[in-house]
């Protein structure tokens, strides 16, 4: 009844209008900026990748650095989307699922640079002294009082959602990787998790930070470089691989060996709501963490938003798809992170599958400290930071049951929480662009750009 009920939903939610929605603010943001994220790509790059190693504070006012923050949103974006969403869209879509992943993240950097403006725009300091921000608050601050009731929406959510895409589908991911490699029973890495997560997150933001500013650097390269090798083994498939992509993108993939086949609907949805999934442009998510960066105008920190979606999809999704359709295993009927590991396997016959399960281990841990945090902040938005530390404690044991939970199920109501919190936030994204286009103009202005 469950799964009868969600399906109905997310069909709704993940329908034509949502992936217009989603996609369509993205376009507007690009159009209104110049795009931005191709005009302005090097300087985005010089001001976030080529000084993520500067300690040099540029500013006062926050409660962790720049790249603290985005070690945060990366720990909450590099998750198992980029390793199961990544398999499941190909898996279900086809090949031609990874080129609309290639234009949600086009258009999505822009979002998610929107996004972070606005949180910075919008902040202001809770109860005990700290710095907050994000949907909520831009939309109670920027469009007016009386549309507080979206966002409490968008808290409510927010919190939900938490439970799902940061907490549930990444220890549940977890326990699936770590069983099938090392033999470990789901409940044991499930217990583990819980606890190694809990010694983190009781510490609040400035502890997750630290954390996270340590592993998020590691874990993305050790990963990729697993990746990497694999494709370069593969490299006469690479022309083969990008064929497959931009043909299926546009025509149905008739099935092949396990593969069901796919339709060009099929391919956009899943191609869409797992980058989506995986970047989050659009969630609201990533800027609950930017908004507590130290930084002396919401624009630069902005652009880290655009180097967000950047590095998580164009980069290591590109690079987890290349080596399932290369390495042939796409079509084999295998989902999820299995898929992946299969692919892995294929071109790293060994440690090809460690190096997934490891890479899982991490990017589902980081994960599951950064969303601790989003939906605690929703929750406070509703109930007052009184309720944070309760909110910690209920997160630890839905860590040890996601672990054990049904794959599919705990997945599809990750997906429904997901589009359902994205409405909110994209409506007031489009409200308020004209806060974001000045400030924009204005910065840009400053730098003589």
């Known amino acids: 009844m469950i799964e009868s009920i969600n399906g109905?939903?997310?069909?709704?939610?993940?329908?034509?209008?949502?992936?217009?929605?989603?996609?369509?603010?993205?376009?507007?943001?690009?159009?209104?900026?110049?795009?931005?994220?191709?005009?302005?790509?090097?300087?985005?790059?010089?001001?976030?990748?080529f000084k993520i190693f500067d300690k040099t504070e540029i500013a006062e006012d926050g409660d962790i650095t720049p790249f603290q923050a985005l070690s945060t949103a990366l720990a909450a974006t590099i998750g198992t989307g980029n390793i199961a969403g990544v398999a499941t869209a190909i898996a279900i879509g086809g090949p031609g699922a990874v080129f609309w992943m290639w234009v949600s993240a086009f258009f999505g950097m822009m979002t998610k640079f929107a996004e972070v403006v606005l949180a910075i725009r919008y902040r202001e300091k809770n109860?005990?002294?700290?710095w907050v921000g994000g949907p909520m608050y831009y939309i109670v601050?920027?469009?007016?009082?009386?549309?507080?009731?979206?966002?409490?929406?968008?808290?409510?959510?927010?919190?939900?959602?938490?439970?799902?895409i940061g907490n549930m589908v990444?220890?549940?991911?977890?326990?699936?990787?770590?069983?099938?490699?090392?033999?470990?029973?789901?409940?044991?890495?499930?217990?583990?998790?819980?606890?190694?997560?809990?010694?983190v997150i009781l510490g609040g933001l400035k502890r997750i930070a630290k954390v996270t500013e340590k592993i998020v650097p590691f874990m993305a390269v050790f990963y990729m470089i697993g990746a990497i090798v694999i494709v370069i083994l593969n490299l006469v498939h690479i022309p083969e691989a990008f064929a497959l992509i931009f043909r299926h993108a546009f025509t149905a993939?008739?099935?092949?060996?396990?593969?069901?086949?796919?339709?060009?609907?099929?391919?956009?949805?899943?191609?869409?709501?797992?980058?989506?999934?995986?970047?989050?442009?659009?969630?609201?998510?990533?800027?609950?963490?930017?908004?507590?960066?130290?930084?002396?105008?919401?624009?630069?920190?902005?652009?880290?938003?655009?180097?967000?979606?950047?590095?998580?999809?164009?980069?290591?999704?590109?690079?987890?798809?290349?080596?399932?359709?290369?390495?042939?295993?796409?079509s084999s009927g295998v989902t999820g992170a299995a898929l992946t590991t299969a692919a892995f396997n294929e071109g790293l016959p060994g440690p090809g599958g460690i190096i997934v399960a490891i890479g899982i281990l991490?990017?589902?841990?980081?994960?599951?400290?950064?969303?601790?945090?989003?939906?605690?902040?929703?929750?406070?938005?509703?109930?007052?930071?009184?309720?944070?530390?309760?909110?910690?404690?209920?997160?630890?044991?839905?860590?040890?049951?996601?672990?054990?939970?049904?794959?599919?199920?705990?997945w599809d109501i990750a997906d429904t929480l997901n589009g359902l919190m994205a409405i909110p936030n994209l409506v007031a994204l489009l409200a308020l662009s004209g806060v974001v286009v000045n400030l924009t103009k204005e910065f840009f202005e400053k730098q003589n750009l």
């Not at 086949?261 to 442009?281: I, K, L, Q, Y």
């Open 170 to 199: 990444q220890a549940n991911s977890v326990a699936d990787a770590l069983n099938t490699s090392f033999g470990i029973p789901h409940v044991v890495s499930g217990v583990v998790l819980a606890i190694a997560a809990g010694a």
């Open 362 to 410: 991490f990017f589902a841990f980081s994960t599951l400290l950064s969303w601790a945090y989003y939906g605690e902040k929703c929750a406070e938005f509703i109930l007052g930071s009184g309720f944070n530390k309760i909110y910690r404690i209920i997160w630890l044991p839905l860590i040890v049951l996601g672990s054990v939970g049904s794959l599919t199920l705990i």
């Open 8 to 49: 109905t939903i997310n069909g709704i939610v993940w329908g034509p209008y949502m992936l217009v929605l989603l996609v369509g603010t993205g376009v507007y943001y690009s159009f209104r900026t110049n795009f931005l994220q191709v005009g302005k790509f090097g300087f985005a790059m010089k001001e976030t990748l």
């Open 253 to 330: 993939k008739a099935g092949v060996g396990g593969f069901a086949g796919a339709t060009v609907m099929m391919a956009m949805r899943f191609g869409v709501a797992r980058g989506v999934f995986s970047n989050e442009a659009g969630l609201g998510s990533a800027p609950i963490a930017h908004a507590a960066a130290r930084t002396d105008h919401p624009v630069r920190q902005g652009l880290w938003g655009v180097f967000e979606v950047f590095a998580d999809t164009i980069v290591i999704c590109t690079l987890t798809a290349l080596t399932i359709i290369t390495s042939g295993v796409w």
């Open 127 to 130: 109860a005990e002294g700290n």
């Open 141 to 164: 601050d920027g469009m007016g009082a009386n549309w507080k009731w979206l966002a409490w929406i968008f808290s409510l959510f927010g919190a939900l959602a938490a439970f799902g």
